[in-house]
Structures are given as C-alpha cells and as structure tokens.
C-alpha cells in the first residue's frame, strides 16, 4: 500500500478520497487554490499545499504545482479525483516519470479511450455493440452529408476528444449539418483544445446505462453491476441510481459480464466505467468509457458494500482484485442519487455566491458527500455542485421516498439551487414508475413553467 498519496482535485471529491485514505492508514496531502482555501475537508488531510490562485488553469490543471507539490511531500501516490486531469494521459505520465503512481488505468488506456471515435473502433473491435456513426470528419461538405445520410437522421455532432456535454448538437435535416459541425467544431477546440467532431445515429428518448468495472494490474477485470443515469439536463446527468429500473436481470447481467470479459481480454488495469445508451427498442449500444471514480459512485458503494475509491486505490497499489473484492457481490435494495447544485432552477445557469445558510438533512438514512460548509462561497471558476444526496432502501419506492424528504429538508441560502427541480422529477409519474429517459427532466420541468 501506498506511503503518501496526494489528492488532486477539490470539493465532495477531494472529501471522499481523503476519507478513503484515511481508513486505509495511508497519509494525505490535499492541494487547495485561493478560492478554496477554507474548504472543510482540508481538515481531513495530513498535509496541504497552496497551488494557485481560483482559476482552475492556474491551480487543479496546473501541472506543475501538483507535480511540485509531489515532490515535495515525497508522496508516492497522487489520485485525481473526476475532472481536471483524471483523465489526461499526459499527466499520468508525468506523474510516473516522477516517481510515482497515478491512481487509474495506465495512461495508455487512458489515451485510448479519451478519443471517443478510437474508443468506438475498439469496443466494436472487441464485440461490444455500438451503434451507427463515423470517424473524425473531414471538414469537406459533401462527404459530411454523405456520412449524415448513410448513419440517418437525426444524427448528433459530438467531440471526439471531450465529455459532458460540450459540444453536442442535434442535427434533424441536411440544410443543420454543416452550421452544427462548425459551431460544435469551435466549441470542442474552446472546450478540449482538440476541434475534430463525428457524428453518431441520435437515439430518441434513450436510457443512459452504464457498467461500473474493476481491474487489477494482472488484468482481471470484474463488474459491479449497473447504474442508470438517464435523468440529465443540457447532458449532465443529476439523478443516478442502481440498479437500473426495470431492467431484466436476464438482459443486463450478461451485457455486464460481457463488458468486464472484454476490458478482460484487453488487460484493463483499473477502475472504469463503460457507458451505454439503451433504445426504445432495448437494443444497446456502445457510448464512450470514462477511465475515472465517477460522480455517481456512491450509488454503487451502496447497493454491493464495496468501497470502490478503497478498491481503486488498492489496485493501483499493485493488490490482486481477488484480495480486493468479495468472491460474490450481488446489488442489495436500491439506491438513488440527487445532485445537488448552487444554480438557476428554471435556466439551469450558475448561482455562485456566499453559502449564508448551509444546513444538510439530518437523516441517518442519508448519505451526503459534499466540499461545503455554511459560510463558504460558492465560487464561479468550477462546477457549481453543493452536495451529492444518496438515499439507499429496501426497495426503489422507499429510496425514492426518502431520498425526497432529505431534499425537502436542506436548508440552503444565499444561492439559488436545484433542489425543487430534483424533487418535481422524483415526484413525477414517469420517474416513479421508472420510464426514465434523457429527455425525462426537460419534459417534466416544462410542465412545472
């Protein structure tokens, strides 16, 4: 096990990695910018070190201050987190060639499944289903419009080097494309500072299902079942749960295990997430593989008792996944998560500001896992999310139930925030019978203005 480990990231993230830490014996460093400075869980930590000023270019994707801050902690491990660089190959390497372990997948798998058309080659490769599309597009009109009519309309533009949601433009008819493909094209260089786009067959009211995996550094991979992550807004997700509603066992235990068998056959050699759209139909289709801890974990850690940032970081530790995982792991009641933001609850847009009333439910029920405490500001340079809210019970009704009083009972001032737009999906027909779909809180919400 590890000596050292330095926490890279900030917020509910950096909390739930320092906590990990903490219960392994292993000693933490936590890095903090300006804004974050009187951030709670920086209590948690053994040591921590000021890297920047707030905005995120001059402290947590700061390369060097991090790498500095290795170094000088003489830690000999360093864990991401989600965002920022979980998911830069480059640093990972960086962070090797200095001396110490990246907490993931070697940085190879890392670079191969950030490009999401390379990422779609090699599940196709390796006999995963994925659905109609292309390669990186040549910026050339006609075989653009070609591309387009072979895959079928509507098709979807996308970034081949990015994620959650940038950049992602619906097109439904020929005279769209070209303009999308610009604009998505521009927003992808702003966003990844790599502007090459494809395009995938847009599925109507999909369900977003994803395969949460593990691997150790022999390369055995096992799953831990599935989550559903379909209730997004603008293509961020903000209610997750597992296991998926309505989902046959017979169906999607062996889609699972055949995720966990090919990453297998790959040598796979940490935790990952293999996402996946789901059609009206019930076909499944290949995504995209996120080579990180994900937000929605916790749901899991609930439904299977598997500490999965403890596992994580024992693989990366060089710890045989038969020593880490229990021999049988079966999803116990059900668990939903609510992500909580510091945003417009109509518009959806940022709300930063000072934190005059912070007050969780205090529900023993409940599982918060948050950055925040009353006092603090809300600051524009990150992702404006407050809390993560899990409700785990017997049976969905009764997560669903308490998962709803918990929000109902969160005091929060100063900023405006989600919480009634969580709460009216939870509460709506179509959520409680569990005919989740990505389009679901839009259809809800627009009812509610």
């Known amino acids: 096990m590890f000596h050292k480990v330095v926490v890279a990231n900030r917020g509910a993230v950096a909390a739930r990695v320092l906590r990990a830490l903490d219960g392994l014996g292993v000693r933490s460093v936590a890095v903090?910018?300006?804004?974050?400075?009187?951030?709670?869980?920086?209590?948690?930590?053994?040591?921590?070190?000021?890297?920047?000023?707030?905005?995120?270019?001059?402290?947590?994707?700061?390369?060097?201050?991090?790498?500095?801050?290795?170094?000088?902690?003489?830690?000999?491990?360093?864990?991401?987190?989600?965002?920022?660089?979980?998911?830069?190959?480059?640093?990972?390497e960086r962070v090797q060639a200095a001396g110490a372990c990246?907490?993931?997948?070697?940085?190879?798998?890392?670079?191969?499944?950030?490009?999401?058309?390379?990422?779609?080659?090699?599940?196709?490769?390796?006999?995963?289903?994925?659905?109609?599309?292309?390669?990186?597009?040549?910026?050339?009109?006609?075989?653009?419009?070609?591309?387009?009519?072979?895959?079928?309309?509507?098709?979807?533009?996308?970034?081949?080097?990015?994620?959650?949601?940038?950049?992602?433009?619906?097109?439904?008819?020929?005279?769209?494309?070209?303009?999308?493909?610009?604009?998505?094209?521009?927003?992808?260089?702003?966003?990844?500072a790599n502007g090459e786009v494809y395009l995938e067959r847009l599925v109507e009211r999909p369900r977003h299902v994803e395969i949460q995996v593990l691997g150790d550094r022999a390369g055995a991979v096992r799953h831990l079942f599935e989550r559903d992550c379909s209730v997004q807004r603008r293509h961020q997700k903000i209610i997750e749960e597992a296991p998926g509603p309505g989902l046959a066992r017979a169906v999607v235990g062996p889609l699972a295990a055949d995720v966990a068998r090919v990453l297998g056959a790959m040598g796979y050699d940490n935790i990952g997430t293999i996402e996946m759209l789901m059609g009206a139909d019930g076909e499944f289709s290949f995504l995209e593989m996120n080579t990180r801890l994900q937000v929605e974990h916790g749901v899991t850690e609930e439904v299977t008792g598997v500490d999965l940032v403890a596992a994580?970081?024992?693989?990366?530790?060089?710890?045989?996944?038969?020593?880490?995982?229990?021999?049988?792991?079966a999803p116990e009641g059900h668990a939903i998560q609510a992500r909580v933001y510091a945003e417009d609850p109509k518009r959806f847009f940022p709300s930063?500001?000072?934190?005059?009333?912070?007050?969780?439910?205090?529900?023993?029920?409940?599982?918060?896992?948050?950055?925040?405490?009353?006092?603090?500001?809300?600051?524009?340079?990150?992702?404006?999310?407050?809390?993560?809210?899990?409700?785990?019970a017997p049976t969905r009704e009764a997560a669903i139930a308490r998962l709803t009083g918990a929000l109902r009972g969160f005091d929060i001032q100063g900023v405006k925030h989600n919480v009634p737009a969580l709460v009216r999906i939870l509460q709506s027909a179509e959520f409680q019978d569990g005919g989740v779909h990505t389009g679901l809180a839009s259809e809800v919400l627009a009812r509610a203005q």
């Open 352 to 392: 930063p500001g000072p934190l005059h009333v912070f007050r969780p439910p205090q529900d023993d029920g409940i599982r918060l896992e948050t950055g925040y405490r009353e006092g603090q500001q809300v600051t524009p340079h990150y992702d404006p999310l407050l809390a993560k809210v899990i409700a785990h």
């Open 102 to 192: 990246f907490v993931g997948p070697s940085p190879r798998w890392i670079e191969a499944m950030g490009h999401k058309t390379r990422a779609r080659d090699l599940a196709a490769q390796y006999g995963l289903p994925v659905g109609r599309g292309t390669g990186v597009l040549l910026k050339d009109a006609p075989a653009m419009l070609r591309a387009a009519d072979e895959i079928g309309y509507p098709v979807l533009v996308k970034p081949a080097a990015g994620g959650g949601g940038i950049g992602m433009i619906a097109v439904h008819k020929p005279e769209e494309l070209a303009p999308a493909v610009e604009r998505a094209a521009s927003m992808a260089e702003r966003g990844f």
């Open 312 to 329: 994580q970081l024992r693989s990366a530790a060089g710890e045989p996944l038969a020593e880490i995982l229990p021999e049988r792991i």
């Open 32 to 92: 903090y910018s300006d804004a974050d400075a009187d951030a709670p869980y920086l209590e948690l930590a053994s040591e921590t070190y000021h890297i920047g000023a707030a905005p995120a270019r001059e402290s947590y994707l700061n390369e060097d201050a991090i790498l500095e801050v290795l170094r000088v902690s003489h830690a000999d491990g360093l864990h991401p987190g989600y965002g920022f660089l979980s998911e830069n190959h480059r640093f990972a």
